[in-house]
């Protein structure tokens, strides 16, 4: 019998960034608290390579840390967070006798590697290759869940792959929250009332589609619509067709700035609730995702969506949406919301309340019920859109036989993700001899017993080495190698 139910909260417990992924964990969380007997004892845990595995027992509400004793014949590990640290401790979970199951919040770095910077595609598929050959994984959707089944499929990973899947819940209050409002946001969010708002809300990334729905808003101004666009995200990096300070700055200097122009950066989720409640339509413009959580925020809310015509929001949204054809040009985009207009002075739009939106005790009872009553999905597929996905698809194992080959490899970016990059290349009995930052005042340190170096006392004149660049700033710092004679993929990645 059952007694316990280990939670890895590792990632969302070092940085809670307030996107998708972490209001899913702590989602999840508070509904498995919810649903579980009280026979059952829910303890949130943490990976960490220097302290092993500890248990975080009333996480979110504090960080307070205490020794985890496993018995492994009646607990089970339930991998919630999307911890790229996993791969160090895989040998560890798989000899433990625990059962472990893995929650899959998408497979984007790996499928569409063009939004997303090389060294985590990698860092990525070594992780999902980790999850894989433990056995159970369970996807917040049926596409995510169709995708890992077509790349267990293509690269012949694990025969015996379980997978099952779920659908997110939308109630951001059981997401353990943030509150409060900057006299800034105050003032914004008085500027838009009773205005007819148009909300997008994520990273500002490469995926987000961002910049064409900022142009097709300067066509709309321009032919006189009163309409605001307001973004909220934070500010994110920059991506093969997308240069994220051009865009951030047109953000600041704009002249509509503020006028029917908004931009939310990071701000807590009390502010975003009310920025649901006063939008008259959202606009989810990304290009893939592996579900797209604002849909249901602002589905639960009653407010009208617009969203770009892929299959996961076809999944997400059960067509309670009107869609716009999948294309870069932002005349789709005018065009959409020129109908939308339409259909809303007929009162005839989509509505998104007939979506079904469980919550996360619900959520969280479907998990269970996969993992006791073993329902894994046995008639997957592959996606619809497969065979354009599979014409981009990589797999990342040629790096590690190149990266045994180099007698050096340098990680550049002594920080978090840095940090991350180097537990991976750890799990893969890679050794890393020194780390590059820009920031001057680390240079000459000790940053995870690894020597740190300017790139200005670095001698690239050597080729012994491979460079991993571990920053969001991936293309500034990929523009500074080439300018000292590197060549992408053959001196770094």
Same mark, same amino acid.
């Given at each position: &019998?059952?007694?316990?139910?280990?939670?890895?909260? #590792?990632?969302?417990?070092?940085?809670?960034?307030?996107?998708?992924?972490?209001?899913?964990?702590?989602?999840?969380?508070?509904?498995?608290?919810?649903?579980?007997?009280?026979?059952?004892?829910?303890?949130?845990?943490? @990976?960490?390579?220097?302290?092993?595995? !500890?248990?975080?027992?009333?996480?979110? $509400?504090?960080?307070?840390?205490?020794?985890? $004793?496993?018995?492994?014949?009646?607990?089970?590990?339930?991998?919630?967070?999307?911890?790229?640290?996993?791969?160090? !401790?895989?040998?560890?979970?798989?000899? #433990?006798?625990?059962?472990?199951?893995?929650?899959?919040?998408?497979?984007?770095?790996?499928?569409?590697? =063009?939004?997303? *910077?090389?060294?985590? #595609? +990698?860092?990525?598929?070594?992780?999902?290759?980790?999850?894989?050959?433990?056995?159970?994984?369970?996807?917040? %959707?049926?596409?995510?869940?169709?995708?890992?089944?077509?790349?267990?499929?293509? !690269?012949?990973?694990?025969?015996?792959?379980?997978?099952?899947?779920?659908?997110?819940?939308?109630?951001?209050?059981?997401?353990?929250?943030? &509150?409060?409002?900057?006299?800034?946001?105050?003032?914004? /969010?008085?500027?838009?009332?009773?205005?007819?708002?148009? /909300? &997008?809300?994520?990273?500002? =990334?490469?995926?987000?589609?961002?910049?064409?729905?900022?142009?097709?808003?300067?066509?709309?101004?321009?032919?006189? $619509?009163?309409?605001? @666009?307001?973004?909220?995200?934070?500010?994110?990096?920059?991506?093969?067709?997308?240069?994220?300070?051009?865009?951030?700055?047109?953000?600041?200097?704009?002249?509509?700035?503020?006028?029917?122009?908004?931009?939310?950066?990071?701000?807590?989720?009390?502010?975003?609730?009310?920025?649901? %409640?006063?939008?008259?339509?959202?606009?989810?413009?990304?290009?893939? =995702?592996?579900?797209?959580?604002?849909?249901?925020?602002?589905?639960?809310?009653?407010?009208?969506?617009?969203?770009?015509?892929?299959?996961?929001?076809?999944?997400?949204?059960?067509?309670?949406?009107? +869609?716009?054809?999948? %294309?870069?040009?932002?005349?789709?985009?005018? =065009?959409?919301?020129?109908?939308?207009?339409? /259909?809303?002075?007929?009162?005839? @739009?989509?509505?998104?309340?007939?979506?079904?939106?469980?919550? *996360?005790?619900?959520?969280?009872?479907?998990?269970?019920?996969?993992?006791?009553?073993?329902?894994?999905?046995?008639? @997957?597929?592959?996606?619809?859109?497969?065979?354009?996905?599979?014409?981009?698809?990589?797999?990342?194992? +040629?790096?590690?036989?190149?990266?045994?080959?180099?007698?050096?490899?340098?990680?550049?970016?002594?920080?978090?993700?840095?940090?991350?990059?180097?537990?991976?290349?750890?799990?893969?009995?890679?050794?890393?001899?020194? +780390?590059?930052?820009?920031?001057?005042?680390?240079?000459?340190?000790?940053?995870?017993?690894?020597?740190?170096?300017?790139?200005?006392?670095?001698?690239?004149?050597?080729?012994?080495?491979?460079?991993?660049?571990? #920053?969001?700033?991936?293309?500034?710092?990929?523009?500074?190698?080439?300018? $000292?004679? /590197?060549?992408?993929?053959?001196?770094?990645?």
């Amino acid at each position: &019998m059952i007694k316990r139910i280990l939670i890895d909260v #590792s990632n969302v417990y070092e940085n809670d960034n307030k996107t998708g992924i972490p209001r899913v964990v702590k989602g999840v969380l508070s509904g498995l608290r919810e649903t579980v007997d009280k026979k059952i004892e829910i303890i949130p845990v943490c @990976l960490d390579k220097h302290n092993g595995i !500890f248990a975080v027992k009333d996480f979110p $509400y504090s960080k307070k840390k205490s020794e985890l $004793y496993i018995e492994t014949n009646n607990t089970i590990f339930l991998g919630l967070d999307y911890n790229l640290g996993l791969p160090l !401790f895989k040998q560890i979970l798989a000899g #433990s006798g625990l059962n472990t199951y893995f929650i899959l919040h998408d497979m984007i770095p790996n499928t569409h590697p =063009e939004y997303d *910077w090389p060294t985590h #595609s +990698f860092l990525h598929w070594v992780w999902f290759k980790s999850i894989v050959s433990l056995g159970k994984i369970i996807t917040v %959707s049926k596409y995510v869940a169709q995708e890992a089944y077509a790349l267990n499929k293509k !690269f012949k990973l694990n025969e015996s792959l379980q997978i099952g899947w779920f659908r997110n819940a939308a109630d951001i209050a059981n997401t353990t929250p943030t &509150m409060g409002l900057t006299e800034k946001e105050k003032q914004m /969010l008085k500027a838009i009332d009773k205005k007819t708002n148009f /909300l &997008m809300v994520g990273t500002i =990334e490469p995926k987000r589609g961002y910049n064409q729905v900022l142009s097709a808003f300067e066509n709309l101004w321009k032919k006189k $619509y009163d309409i605001n @666009l307001i973004i909220v995200g934070k500010k994110g990096w920059s991506g093969k067709d997308f240069d994220i300070e051009k865009f951030t700055n047109k953000l600041e200097t704009h002249p509509l700035k503020n006028k029917n122009l908004f931009w939310f950066e990071g701000p807590s989720d009390e502010v975003l609730d009310i920025l649901y %409640s006063k939008s008259t339509c959202l606009i989810q413009a990304s290009f893939i =995702e592996g579900f797209g959580l604002p849909i249901i925020e602002a589905a639960k809310k009653g407010t009208p969506l617009i969203v770009r015509d892929i299959p996961i929001f076809r999944e997400v949204t059960e067509n309670h949406a009107l +869609f716009f054809k999948n %294309s870069k040009d932002p005349a789709v985009i005018v =065009e959409v919301i020129e109908k939308w207009f339409d /259909l809303y002075k007929k009162k005839s @739009l989509p509505n998104a309340r007939n979506i079904h939106i469980p919550s *996360w005790k619900e959520a969280s009872e479907k998990i269970l019920e996969i993992i006791f009553e073993e329902k894994w999905d046995v008639n @997957l597929s592959e996606p619809n859109n497969w065979v354009e996905t599979e014409k981009k698809l990589e797999t990342f194992d +040629f790096l590690v036989e190149k990266l045994k080959k180099k007698n050096n490899i340098v990680i550049f970016g002594a920080g978090g993700a840095g940090n991350k990059t180097l537990g991976v290349l750890e799990s893969l009995g890679l050794k890393i001899n020194l +780390f590059l930052d820009n920031n001057e005042k680390k240079n000459n340190t000790i940053f995870e017993g690894i020597p740190v170096v300017h790139p200005s006392n670095f001698d690239f004149s050597k080729k012994d080495y491979f460079i991993l660049i571990a #920053s969001m700033w991936r293309n500034e710092i990929a523009n500074q190698l080439k300018s $000292y004679g /590197l060549k992408e993929l053959i001196d770094f990645l």
